[in-house]
């Protein structure tokens, strides 16, 4: 219908209107093929120049960068160098001025004989856990304290790792800069900070010698976009980052100093550096430049035209879509099962249709991740409590050693056999892991061999009582979650206190919670402080075990209904319980577990 209404209102137009209509479809064939044309040569000569100025580009960007791992390889031998490693140590140690006047006479023949007088090595700066300095080299400098603390938090962002320092005002070498960390008994300790003073300058003038016939500058930027090597000062107008947002095809024109420029530019493959080779626009594109004006001034007319009639035909590319941004609304509601909406008509083989089916196979892969990210966070959650559970191992050894050296040399040798018949059968219990759960009565047989130990050591000012219920005994409950609790009610309540201290354990049924209460008449903790150990803001004493521990193995277990809690008041002592399930737990860790 639409088109007969067409037909019949181009026939009806006077002969004058259908001759312009007839020239103008004329002009716009032979225009879109003469500017096809011309338009397919200017790319040809395009990709022909960008792919000379990427080919050098890149040979010189992989000689920059293997220089710069040779370097980096250099900073690696020095921190783990055994004789760096012991000289660093001596000097954190001594005090005597002697002493660290010869150490580090050595540690600067050490650092000439590793490899300080290298080719474009300026220097090799070392600095110690006091941040003095022990540099060796052809060209030493003493490092500004701007300099040297920016090389200190270079160093600490890769935690031992190889990081790179840009130059500065005064200091026009980059830096392969590292921490030295103690791997000879596996502490991984800050001993010091060591930087290798790269000349950047000599390496680009030896690697790329071959670009100054063509005029061409050779660039580098760090990711903060500052210049690390320019042969030009004054380089301020170039802003890395913004050509690789804005344009990702590699090259561009630009504008520097009044004139034009054929700018290259790629990412390192190795540093987060921008490399770029900056060309003077007249020695590439003299030849076409006023082609390529004239042709944009003639077919200016023609991409009017253009526009006219692309907006004729923008519905086929419109409606698909907007037939997708419907399927992401439905998307972006959470329903990720239903999003094949808004498609009236079959989908066409084009872009469009493209775009759709690709939708299509990506919210199948989500839907599949999302099954995967969930088993992922399960097997994480397992590899937590297991983590948590290792935890437990070492809790009270050095706490009891105490006890037993204390008793040797105080009471005599009678006792410490029993001691160390209790001390036995903790650690033997600490270290067989296997069993998740174990009965409560043999809980409170490991909590009974530690009150023993600790009996000897406090006599009389310890009082320990227990109500337990036979039937509780048989109750299955998670390993080494009853002896911390007694030991922080010694250390938090007997110590810190005159007289008896008086704890009891105890075990009840309410409301469906079996619970074990064990209480201390000890000084008690302030409304803060439960706070911070609730929080997890707390750090216990010593080598013990937190409470916040033993709650988090216990929801790991059991869900988020379960877990610790605390009731305290400044002299009235500590109540601490903790709740579990009662029947079906076996089966239930073993679900979590199998997961």
Request: glycine share 6%; proline share 2%; hydrophobic share 40%.
């Amino acid at each position: 219908m639409m088109f007969r209404k067409v037909r019949q209102y181009y026939l009806n137009l006077r002969l004058k209107y259908k001759m312009i209509i007839l020239t103008s479809l004329v002009l716009l064939a032979f225009s879109i093929g003469g500017l096809s044309i011309l338009q397919y040569a200017f790319n040809l000569y395009n990709k022909e120049i960008y792919r000379q100025s990427a080919q050098a580009l890149q040979v010189s960007t992989n000689s920059v960068e293997a220089e710069l791992k040779k370097m980096e390889r250099l900073s690696y031998q020095i921190s783990t160098d055994a004789y760096v490693q012991s000289y660093l140590e001596e000097l954190s140690s001594t005090d005597s001025s002697y002493d660290m006047f010869m150490i580090g006479n050595e540690l600067r023949k050490r650092l000439l004989h590793i490899g300080a007088l290298n080719k474009y090595v300026q220097s090799i700066q070392v600095y110690d856990v006091f941040d003095k300095e022990y540099a060796s080299g052809n060209f030493m400098m003493n490092l500004s304290d701007d300099r040297l603390q920016t090389m200190k938090e270079v160093a600490k962002q890769e935690e031992g790792g190889v990081n790179w320092v840009s130059p500065s005002e005064r200091d026009q070498t980059v830096m392969a800069v590292r921490d030295i960390r103690e791997y000879m008994d596996f502490s991984f300790e800050r001993l010091g900070t060591v930087g290798v003073r790269v000349d950047i300058h000599e390496i680009m003038n030896e690697l790329t010698n071959n670009l100054a016939e063509q005029e061409t500058d050779f660039l580098i930027f760090d990711k903060n976009d500052n210049i690390v090597f320019a042969k030009e000062d004054g380089i301020d107008s170039i802003n890395p980052s913004e050509y690789l947002q804005k344009n990702q095809q590699g090259y561009q024109i630009i504008k520097y100093k009044d004139e034009r420029y054929f700018l290259t530019y790629s990412e390192a493959n190795h540093l987060d550096w921008t490399y770029m080779i900056l060309t003077p626009y007249s020695n590439l594109f003299t030849v076409i430049t006023k082609a390529r004006t004239a042709v944009f001034i003639t077919y200016f007319a023609l991409f009017l035209l253009m526009i006219f009639l692309g907006s004729k035909f923008t519905g086929t590319i419109v409606n698909p879509i907007e037939s997708l941004n419907k399927k992401m609304k439905k998307v972006q509601t959470g329903d990720l099962d239903y999003y094949d909406v808004g498609i009236e008509n079959e989908l066409t083989k084009d872009e469009a249709g493209q775009m759709h089916e690709n939708f299509k196979k990506m919210m199948n892969q989500i839907n599949y991740l999302i099954g995967e990210n969930y088993k992922k966070q399960l097997l994480i959650k397992e590899s937590e409590f297991k983590t948590l559970q290792a935890q437990v191992n070492p809790h009270f050894l050095y706490n009891t050693l105490e006890s037993i050296n204390w008793s040797a040399k105080i009471v005599g040798e009678k006792k410490i056999s029993q001691m160390a018949e209790s001390l036995g059968y903790v650690l033997r219990a600490s270290i067989n892991m296997k069993d998740t759960l174990i009965s409560l009565e043999e809980e409170l047989s490991i909590a009974e061999h530690y009150i023993t130990i600790q009996s000897y050591r406090f006599e009389e000012r310890l009082a320990f009582t227990k109500d337990i219920p036979k039937a509780y005994l048989s109750e299955q409950v998670p390993k080494f979650i009853i002896q911390p609790l007694v030991e922080n009610a010694i250390r938090y309540g007997l110590q810190e206190m005159i007289g008896v201290c008086k704890i009891h354990l105890s075990v009840i049924e309410e409301k469906g919670f079996f619970i074990i209460h064990v209480e201390d008449n000890g000084p008690g903790m302030q409304k803060a402080y439960l706070e911070q150990i609730e929080t997890g803001e707390y750090q216990p004493k010593g080598t013990g075990i937190g409470l916040r521990n033993i709650d988090e193995r216990i929801k790991l277990l059991f869900g988020e209904p379960y877990g610790l809690k605390i009731d305290s008041e400044i002299g009235k002592g500590t109540k601490v319980s903790i709740m579990l399930p009662r029947e079906e737990k076996q089966a239930y860790v073993q679900s979590i577990v199998s997961r």
